[in-house]
DNA sequence: GTATTAAATTGGTAGTACCAATTTTATGGT
DNA sequence: ACCATAAAATTGGTACTACCAATTTAATAC
């Protein structure tokens, strides 16, 4: 029972057709795509079918549309797990601790990549920005922190998880920004987040994952205490 | 320069209209969306642009079309890490060992939330799935193997871990099942992933984070030895 | 009251028309 | 030959109409 195209939906075969061009490396990242009203006469489609096939994946960041220029393969997927992750969010299927446990997932093991992979330069890099961050007396900056932990992430070399730590960060910036300074903001958890900030530093110079696993606790540890204090707040 | 809704394309306007919805509680998982040709008149924008709005969503799994019967809030995101992923790795932007990197990091997060949450009788059921794995002499049983892992995900409590855990699993059968296999059926590997098997399950038992890292360590440190085995061999 | 049938509803697809942004081509001047 | 400008063609963005197909709802017959 083969039934290959016939049957299946219009907007999927535009998709998969997409795909299998981009499989067969008739499309990569920055080719433009035929023409909408092309497409739909190579695929026996119309217009409008193309047309939702394109959108998802312009929304999904797999396309980038430009009116009167044309569809070009992008490759920016972050926008797309945002747009996933927002959507969970806001049908209550996810949480800050879920985020934050999340997190601390992959900030672990971005660490522990970073320790592989990172160059004597970042490293500079990253010790100039924990530097800064620490000389801010009056709370972490938030700016300093999210370069911080950018640094690392892009030195673990993982692209996936890159994208979705950006994604983190871009759903908590829409979201929970507010509560994120909350906790940040308290003299007790500043401390301890320095540390922790120090223990990762530390770790990529002694290219020590045992410090990683403890630093990142130290710096997740805070977080999830003044979540749950902030919780408890918000029950009463 | 306020301009809300002007300007704005007439899809985005549609997906934000959905959002508010759902945001204010008019519309939640299981919710019906009123008719195509309705929100059509409802926003004023054609029901062309309603449709790629509603495909968007339905292709991310927030919303899962019935011809006939209707369009309805969903709540399966799977799907669209699934197609995210799958774009990614079709573009060359992500290859095995990230796909790898990212299943280690997010399995330990998931061993250790699940150590905190897990209930006796799933315990049992994960001890059951692991002896039965034992007992396969001739090589790694796959599926048993998927079922422990879905398991520990589940015990995590973490919806979003466990999805994106989902989506790795379903990627890896598209793309790499027979590589899966080759690296799984090695006789020195099966005995060391059933170590690693056994030390996870023990953390769980004995309630032990520390353990469940090193179990965590043992089984990826074999998948990547024998993935970077597979890569010597596919360079020659 | 129930089973069957007809009608209405709703998503799926196609086609046409026109607008708006961009690109390409043609035009004119120096 | 070069460049600036204007016209034409291309291409995505939107709207509207029409019809098909699956489903649901209402009507009918028993």
């Known amino acids: 029972m083969e039934e ?39 695929l026996g489609v119309s217009r409008n079918s193309v047309r939702e096939a394109i959108r998802t994946l312009d929304i999904m960041g797999v396309i980038s549309s430009h009116q009167g220029a044309g569809n070009y393969i992008s490759g920016n997927f972050e926008n797309n797990l945002v747009e996933s992750m927002t959507m969970m969010f806001l049908l209550n299927q996810i949480d800050y601790q879920q985020i934050s446990q999340l997190r601390r997932g992959l900030e672990l093991q971005a660490l522990i990549l970073a320790i592989d992979n990172i160059t004597d330069a970042e490293i500079e890099q990253i010790k100039k920005i924990n530097a800064q961050l620490e000389h801010e007396t009056e709370e972490i900056n938030v700016i300093l922190d999210k370069q911080l932990h950018y640094n690392i992430a892009l030195a673990s070399r993982n692209t996936l998880i890159f994208s979705i730590l950006q994604a983190l960060s871009e759903l908590i910036d829409q979201f929970i920004s507010d509560l994120r300074r909350d906790i940040l903001m308290t003299e007790d958890s500043r401390l301890i987040l320095n540390e922790a900030h120090d223990g990762m530093v530390k770790s990529l110079i002694a290219r020590d994952k045992e410090l990683a696993y403890l630093a990142i606790n130290k710096h997740f540890g805070i977080v999830d205490v003044k979540l749950r204090e902030k919780e408890r707040k918000t029950m009463k």
Do not use: C, F, H
């Open 4 to 42: 290959s195209a016939t049957n299946k939906k219009s907007y999927v075969k535009v998709i998969e057709y997409i795909k299998k061009q981009i499989r067969e490396g008739e499309l990569k990242a920055g080719s433009r795509l035929p023409a909408e009203r092309e497409l739909s006469e190579i």
